[in-house]
Protein backbone atom coordinates (compact mmCIF):
# COMPACT_ATOMS: atom_id res chain seq x y z
CA UNK A 1 0.00 0.00 0.00
CA UNK A 2 1.12 4.03 -0.56
CA UNK A 3 2.88 5.02 2.42
CA UNK A 4 4.26 8.25 3.09
CA UNK A 5 6.37 8.93 6.43
CA UNK A 6 7.26 12.04 7.64
CA UNK A 7 10.42 11.62 10.29
CA UNK A 8 10.02 12.94 13.37
CA UNK A 9 6.32 14.08 15.22
CA UNK A 10 8.46 16.71 16.31
CA UNK A 11 11.00 18.59 16.35
CA UNK A 12 13.05 21.08 18.50
CA UNK A 13 16.18 23.24 17.16
CA UNK A 14 17.47 26.58 17.76
CA UNK A 15 16.86 29.82 16.45
CA UNK A 16 19.55 30.80 13.70
CA UNK A 17 20.39 27.07 13.35
CA UNK A 18 18.96 24.64 10.06
CA UNK A 19 15.94 22.43 10.63
CA UNK A 20 15.78 19.57 8.07
CA UNK A 21 12.67 17.50 7.88
CA UNK A 22 12.47 14.05 6.04
CA UNK A 23 9.43 12.67 4.02
CA UNK A 24 9.58 9.26 2.90
CA UNK A 25 7.31 7.49 0.38
CA UNK A 26 7.04 3.77 -0.43
CA UNK A 27 4.49 2.37 -3.66
CA UNK A 28 4.26 6.03 -5.38
CA UNK A 29 5.47 7.21 -8.23
CA UNK A 30 4.77 10.68 -8.45
CA UNK A 31 5.45 13.47 -10.70
CA UNK A 32 5.65 16.04 -8.14
CA UNK A 33 5.75 16.73 -4.43
CA UNK A 34 5.12 19.32 -1.97
CA UNK A 35 5.38 20.95 1.13
CA UNK A 36 2.75 22.74 3.13
CA UNK A 37 3.06 24.66 6.47
CA UNK A 38 0.29 24.40 8.94
CA UNK A 39 -0.67 26.31 12.11
CA UNK A 40 -2.68 25.51 14.99
CA UNK A 41 -6.55 25.18 13.95
CA UNK A 42 -5.71 26.61 10.21
CA UNK A 43 -5.53 25.23 7.42
CA UNK A 44 -2.46 23.80 5.26
CA UNK A 45 -0.71 27.12 3.18
CA UNK A 46 1.39 25.92 -0.07
CA UNK A 47 5.16 26.47 0.64
CA UNK A 48 7.09 24.31 -2.50
CA UNK A 49 6.34 22.30 -5.15
CA UNK A 50 9.19 20.48 -6.55
CA UNK A 51 8.77 18.09 -9.90
CA UNK A 52 10.66 14.51 -10.15
CA UNK A 53 12.77 15.58 -12.76
CA UNK A 54 14.54 18.60 -10.18
CA UNK A 55 16.67 17.61 -7.56
CA UNK A 56 16.58 20.95 -5.75
CA UNK A 57 14.35 24.00 -5.73
CA UNK A 58 15.07 27.08 -3.10
CA UNK A 59 12.14 30.29 -2.30
CA UNK A 60 14.20 32.59 -0.08
CA UNK A 61 15.00 30.35 3.43
CA UNK A 62 13.57 27.39 2.40
CA UNK A 63 15.38 24.59 0.34
CA UNK A 64 13.73 21.70 -0.73
CA UNK A 65 15.23 17.96 -2.25
CA UNK A 66 13.61 15.25 -4.73
CA UNK A 67 15.50 12.06 -4.61
CA UNK A 68 13.03 9.83 -6.74
CA UNK A 69 15.90 6.62 -6.23
CA UNK A 70 15.66 6.80 -2.74
CA UNK A 71 11.65 7.65 -2.73
CA UNK A 72 12.85 10.58 -0.09
CA UNK A 73 12.22 14.55 0.11
CA UNK A 74 14.05 16.81 2.79
CA UNK A 75 12.85 20.17 3.47
CA UNK A 76 15.36 23.02 4.89
CA UNK A 77 14.85 25.98 6.41
CA UNK A 78 18.08 27.97 7.17
CA UNK A 79 18.75 31.04 10.00
CA UNK A 80 15.47 29.16 11.83
CA UNK A 81 13.23 32.19 13.37
CA UNK A 82 10.51 30.95 16.17
CA UNK A 83 7.85 32.33 13.44
CA UNK A 84 9.06 29.24 11.60
CA UNK A 85 7.16 26.77 14.22
CA UNK A 86 4.33 25.39 12.83
CA UNK A 87 3.42 21.80 11.61
CA UNK A 88 5.71 20.69 8.12
CA UNK A 89 3.20 18.94 5.85
CA UNK A 90 5.12 17.01 2.79
CA UNK A 91 2.10 15.78 0.15
CA UNK A 92 2.23 13.55 -3.31
CA UNK A 93 0.12 12.49 -5.92
CA UNK A 94 -2.07 14.19 -8.89
CA UNK A 95 -4.90 16.73 -9.12
CA UNK A 96 -7.47 13.90 -7.99
CA UNK A 97 -5.68 12.63 -5.38
CA UNK A 98 -3.59 14.24 -3.16
CA UNK A 99 -2.68 12.55 0.06
CA UNK A 100 -0.08 14.10 3.08
CA UNK A 101 2.20 12.75 5.29
CA UNK A 102 0.76 12.80 8.99
CA UNK A 103 3.36 16.38 9.60
CA UNK A 104 6.29 17.03 11.76
CA UNK A 105 5.35 19.78 14.27
CA UNK A 106 8.72 22.29 14.16
CA UNK A 107 9.49 24.39 17.43
CA UNK A 108 11.91 27.00 17.21
CA UNK A 109 13.54 28.12 20.42
CA UNK A 110 14.63 31.66 20.85
CA UNK B 1 -5.12 35.90 -5.08
CA UNK B 2 -6.44 32.10 -4.55
CA UNK B 3 -8.87 32.32 -1.41
CA UNK B 4 -10.59 29.27 -0.42
CA UNK B 5 -13.19 30.56 2.31
CA UNK B 6 -14.92 27.59 4.69
CA UNK B 7 -17.53 28.18 6.85
CA UNK B 8 -18.73 28.07 9.80
CA UNK B 9 -15.21 27.95 11.03
CA UNK B 10 -16.42 26.32 14.14
CA UNK B 11 -19.75 24.33 14.76
CA UNK B 12 -21.55 22.86 17.81
CA UNK B 13 -24.58 20.64 17.50
CA UNK B 14 -26.60 17.72 19.00
CA UNK B 15 -26.11 13.83 18.02
CA UNK B 16 -28.67 13.07 15.63
CA UNK B 17 -28.51 16.47 13.80
CA UNK B 18 -27.40 17.85 10.41
CA UNK B 19 -24.26 20.22 9.75
CA UNK B 20 -24.01 21.65 6.72
CA UNK B 21 -20.00 23.49 5.89
CA UNK B 22 -19.55 25.66 2.79
CA UNK B 23 -16.20 25.97 1.08
CA UNK B 24 -15.91 28.73 -1.41
CA UNK B 25 -13.00 29.80 -3.47
CA UNK B 26 -13.30 33.28 -4.11
CA UNK B 27 -10.98 34.49 -6.59
CA UNK B 28 -10.94 31.67 -8.52
CA UNK B 29 -12.57 29.22 -10.25
CA UNK B 30 -12.17 25.28 -8.73
CA UNK B 31 -12.12 22.54 -11.04
CA UNK B 32 -11.97 20.17 -8.26
CA UNK B 33 -12.56 20.31 -4.76
CA UNK B 34 -11.04 18.03 -1.96
CA UNK B 35 -12.53 17.36 1.75
CA UNK B 36 -10.35 16.06 4.45
CA UNK B 37 -11.00 15.48 8.03
CA UNK B 38 -7.74 15.63 10.35
CA UNK B 39 -8.24 13.99 13.91
CA UNK B 40 -5.36 15.91 16.44
CA UNK B 41 -2.10 15.63 15.65
CA UNK B 42 -2.83 13.29 12.65
CA UNK B 43 -2.43 13.84 8.98
CA UNK B 44 -5.29 15.35 6.73
CA UNK B 45 -7.32 12.31 5.26
CA UNK B 46 -9.07 12.74 2.17
CA UNK B 47 -12.30 11.88 2.89
CA UNK B 48 -13.57 12.91 -1.15
CA UNK B 49 -13.06 14.39 -4.38
CA UNK B 50 -15.77 16.65 -5.80
CA UNK B 51 -16.12 18.00 -9.31
CA UNK B 52 -18.30 20.50 -10.63
CA UNK B 53 -21.33 19.09 -11.76
CA UNK B 54 -20.76 15.24 -11.34
CA UNK B 55 -20.66 13.14 -8.20
CA UNK B 56 -18.00 13.13 -5.32
CA UNK B 57 -15.57 10.03 -5.70
CA UNK B 58 -15.44 9.30 -2.11
CA UNK B 59 -12.26 7.04 -0.50
CA UNK B 60 -12.87 3.94 0.91
CA UNK B 61 -14.22 3.83 4.20
CA UNK B 62 -16.56 7.03 4.07
CA UNK B 63 -20.05 6.58 4.06
CA UNK B 64 -21.07 8.51 1.39
CA UNK B 65 -24.72 8.40 2.63
CA UNK B 66 -23.67 10.25 6.08
CA UNK B 67 -21.38 12.40 4.67
CA UNK B 68 -23.34 14.42 1.22
CA UNK B 69 -20.82 16.61 -0.94
CA UNK B 70 -22.64 19.11 -3.23
CA UNK B 71 -20.09 20.87 -5.77
CA UNK B 72 -23.06 23.18 -7.79
CA UNK B 73 -20.46 25.59 -8.84
CA UNK B 74 -17.34 25.85 -9.95
CA UNK B 75 -16.50 28.19 -6.82
CA UNK B 76 -18.83 26.50 -4.12
CA UNK B 77 -18.40 22.91 -2.63
CA UNK B 78 -20.44 21.73 0.34
CA UNK B 79 -20.10 18.72 2.69
CA UNK B 80 -23.42 18.00 4.73
CA UNK B 81 -22.83 15.57 7.89
CA UNK B 82 -25.78 13.92 8.14
CA UNK B 83 -27.32 12.31 11.61
CA UNK B 84 -24.05 13.43 13.19
CA UNK B 85 -22.29 11.26 16.27
CA UNK B 86 -19.70 12.22 18.57
CA UNK B 87 -17.62 9.98 16.98
CA UNK B 88 -17.80 12.54 14.25
CA UNK B 89 -16.51 15.16 16.27
CA UNK B 90 -13.20 16.76 14.08
CA UNK B 91 -11.74 19.30 12.25
CA UNK B 92 -12.55 19.34 8.34
CA UNK B 93 -10.83 21.10 5.65
CA UNK B 94 -11.53 22.14 1.98
CA UNK B 95 -8.98 22.64 -0.71
CA UNK B 96 -9.51 23.38 -3.62
CA UNK B 97 -7.87 23.15 -7.32
CA UNK B 98 -7.62 25.24 -9.95
CA UNK B 99 -5.72 22.45 -12.18
CA UNK B 100 -2.46 21.26 -11.65
CA UNK B 101 -1.47 22.08 -7.50
CA UNK B 102 -0.79 23.50 -5.61
CA UNK B 103 -4.06 23.27 -3.55
CA UNK B 104 -5.32 26.44 -1.99
CA UNK B 105 -7.02 25.39 1.87
CA UNK B 106 -9.46 26.56 3.74
CA UNK B 107 -8.99 27.61 7.22
CA UNK B 108 -11.36 24.11 8.42
CA UNK B 109 -14.49 23.81 10.19
CA UNK B 110 -14.28 22.11 13.86
CA UNK B 111 -17.52 19.79 14.86
CA UNK B 112 -18.34 19.33 17.93
CA UNK B 113 -21.30 16.94 17.96
CA UNK B 114 -22.32 16.50 21.46
Known amino acids: SQKIEQNSEALNIQEGKTATLTCNYT??????LQWYRQDPGRGPVFLLL?????KEKRKERLKVTFDTTLKQSLFHITASQPADSATYLCALGGNNDMRFGAGTRLTVKP | GAVVSQHPSWVICKSGTSVKIECRSLDFQATTMFWYRQFPKQSLMLMATSNEGSKATYEQGVEKDKFLINHASLTLSTLTVTSAHPEDSSFYICSASQGPSPLHFGNGTRLTVT
Open chain 1, 27 to 32: NYSPAY
Open chain 1, 50 to 54: IRENE
